[in-house]
């Protein structure tokens, strides 16, 4: 007799089991859809320099939506190119110190792009173990071959990049997202050029906030416009809007053009914040102390709450991190911090690559001397136990 088919088994049964296991390990991430307003003091978005609701970030998405349309309506090498990516294009590449620049959908498209367009299954790319998971899956994506090197390591860079013969590149964020420490541009740059590799700095959370008024964490070391020398940026952050954009020698933003699967086969940036981000990038160039202010209250939030004995890590840009007991620990204390009316981040595993959970804090340009004491107040008084050493 033929035996029985085995019974059906649900396509999705497993979903049941890798949930039951976040929940048990305090890892379970929910969407909170957020109001127009809000009485909540606002420490967890990336809007460093507040330029997200200003009257001019708002008017150049309206006009440009007004004029363009609410879409692209195309990918940029059909119909999405307006006038206005172009003008955008050239006023970035000029504030930011570099030849040329292409503007993408996200930043997240940006290093994707980058990184892919610009390697091969012949090529050796180094990457820092801190970087962002848009690089990590650009290097993915790439087929290359990977060489992850310690954090901030500038030795292992140059270890890993001299025993290669070949295509090479090192590509690292200039500000990492979790700790919001700096990375060593000037060693990863040398390490490069010794080798004669190509360097790609992510510059997200670098774009506004350091650099001469704002141009960022390559311009501030002496990179810009250097012939090996790539930078990606975010348009979601600083300046406030949504895209990203890729920054570097005319030929590079050619080829990338020509091969970057996220730029050729993926919809343009909405004229909306294409227009947003213009405008933001003029008003920063008409007010360039506010890449100071987002430092300024960076340094005053981790003073006040060092003090206080609580464990942070001394910010380079405008990200503040407060390490946390737990994962659940840090769940309950982003909870409580929202009860009392302040809004931070709270990074858990898989964000931290270290494991550790810990509020993020955001350093805007605009927050007040009393808006920094009220968040810090709250952040105290809402400490679970283990968080200070006092």
């Known amino acids: 007799m033929p ?22 390990a305090g890892l379970v991430r ?11 003091l606002e ?39 307006t006038e206005l990516h172009a003008e955008l294009e050239r006023e970035l590449a000029s504030f930011c110190g570099f030849e040329a620049a292409l503007v993408l959908s996200s930043g997240y498209a940006a290093n994707l792009a980058a990184v892919t367009a610009l390697s091969d299954r012949g090529t ?15 290097c993915r994506l790439s087929r290359a071959a990977t060489a992850v090197i310690p954090h901030s390591d500038p030795d292992a860079a140059h270890k890993t990049l001299a025993a290669h013969r070949g295509r090479a590149l090192l590509v690292s964020d200039s500000v990492f997202s979790v700790d919001g420490d700096a990375a060593p541009l000037a060693g990863y740059a040398a390490a490069c050029r ?29 990179l810009a416009g250097a012939p090996d020398v790539v930078a990606t940026l975010t348009l979601s952050k600083s ?31 909405a004229p909306a914040a294409t227009g947003a981000a213009l405008a933001s990038l003029r008003l920063l160039q008409r007010e360039p102390e506010r890449a100071g202010h987002a430092r300024e209250v960076a340094g005053r939030l981790y003073g006040q709450l060092t003090a206080s004995g609580l464990t942070a890590a001394r910010p380079d ?23 009392a009316g302040l809004s931070v981040g709270c990074f858990r595993p898989p964000s931290v690559p270290d494991g550790i959970s810990r509020l993020r804090l955001t350093a805007r340009a605009d927050l007040t001397g009393e808006e920094i004491g009220r968040a810090v107040a709250t952040i105290l008084s809402t400490a679970p136990a283990g968080a200070t050493d006092r």
Not at 3 to 24: G, K, Y
Not at 127 to 137: E, K, L, P, T, W
């Open 317 to 339: 840009a405008a990200v503040v991190s407060v390490r946390a007991p737990s994962a659940a620990a840090a769940l309950r204390w982003a909870a409580d911090c929202r009860e």
């Open 30 to 40: 929910t969407l909170r859809p957020r109001a127009a307003s809000s009485p909540l």
């Open 194 to 222: 010794d080798a004669g590799a190509a360097l790609v700095v992510d510059d997200a959370h670098g774009l506004g906030v350091l650099g001469e008024g704002g141009r960022g964490a390559a311009h501030a070391a002496g």
């Open 239 to 269: 300046l406030g809007s949504q895209g990203g954009a890729v920054l570097g020698p005319a030929r590079v933003i050619r080829h990338l053009v020509n091969t970057a699967r996220t730029f050729i086969f993926d919809t343009g940036l």
């Open 124 to 138: 050796l790319v180094v990457s820092d173990a801190g970087n962002h998971a848009s690089i990590v899956d650009g």
């Open 3 to 24: 035996e029985h088919p085995p019974e059906p088994v649900a396509a999705f049964a497993w979903i049941e089991e890798a949930q039951n296991a976040r929940e048990q």
């Open 43 to 81: 420490l967890a978005s990336n809007d460093y320099l507040g330029l997200s609701r200003h009257p001019e970030t708002v008017r150049g998405a309206q006009e440009a939506a007004g004029r363009w349309g609410a879409g692209a309506t195309g990918s940029r090498l059909v119909t999405g190119s």
